[in-house]
């Protein structure tokens, strides 16, 4: 928009925000929708920086999904980066991301209980304990869920000095978009739900009703 509704004279553009027609919330997605949520968010990190900006959070309200597809909307999360500085949302996508995705991996029982009943993101002490054994030979669990838990506060791995804070950024987003790529959405914990209609004959003229009004 060119119009100044602003009156400041340090304006330098209005933006128009599309109206979405549904809004979701990480409670109601899927393994793969908070996944897909997870890689968007650090790709978009990394156009930011490429912008001289950076996502100051990262939450999982930051991203909607528009006909299928995970979208950015919050245009307010961008500031100015400041090179000297670690990224101060590290510990934010680690307990809105990447610890319901690690738990999903492990004990697959769903994305959404987590976002349920931790809205802000689950504690790095809360998911190390409910993590298996097995979890700790991984080096990234080591990394961005025990060690944290041991200390009682997450430190982002780009708070060092002896080379460029932006190097490490995108060192450590890379490896968290590495591990987010790996980890297992598909599987879930046995249900009442799980292949109903193939275990039910008698419904299965009813599936055949629905599958058509979808094609139709």
């Given at each position: 928009m060119d119009a100044?509704?602003?009156?400041?004279?340090?304006?330098?553009?209005?933006?128009?925000?599309?109206?979405?027609?549904?809004?979701?919330?990480?409670?109601?997605?899927?393994?793969?929708?908070?996944k897909d949520a997870a890689l968007l968010t650090l790709q978009v990190l990394h156009i930011a920086l490429d912008h001289g900006m950076i996502v100051k959070d990262a939450t999982p309200l930051n991203i909607q999904f528009i006909q299928g597809r995970?979208?950015?909307?919050?245009?307010?999360?961008?500031?100015?980066?400041?090179?000297?500085?670690p990224w101060v949302a590290y510990r934010q996508f680690c307990e809105c991301f990447l610890f319901p995705l690690y738990l999903q991996h492990y004990l697959?029982?769903?994305t959404h209980k987590v976002a349920g009943a931790y809205p802000e993101g689950i504690p790095a002490t809360i998911t190390s304990a409910l993590l298996p054994w097995k979890s700790r030979w991984r080096m990234g669990v080591w990394l961005h869920v025990f060690l944290p838990a041991r200390v009682r506060t997450i430190i982002c791995p780009a708070a060092g000095r002896s080379i460029s804070t932006r190097t490490k950024l995108l060192h450590l987003t890379a490896n968290l978009g590495n591990i987010v790529q790996q980890l297992?959405?598909?599987?879930?914990?046995?249900?009442?739900?799980?292949?109903?209609y193939r275990r039910r004959s008698s419904v299965q003229p009813i599936w055949q009703q629905k599958k058509n009004s979808f094609v139709n």
């Open positions: 100044d509704l602003t009156g400041h004279p340090d304006r330098y553009k209005i933006l128009l925000p599309q109206q979405l027609p549904f809004i979701s919330y990480p409670n109601e997605w899927s393994p793969s929708q908070l995970a979208v950015f909307i919050d245009t307010l999360s961008f500031e100015k980066y400041d090179p000297s500085l697959p029982t769903g297992n959405t598909s599987a879930v914990s046995p249900s009442t739900w799980n292949n109903y």
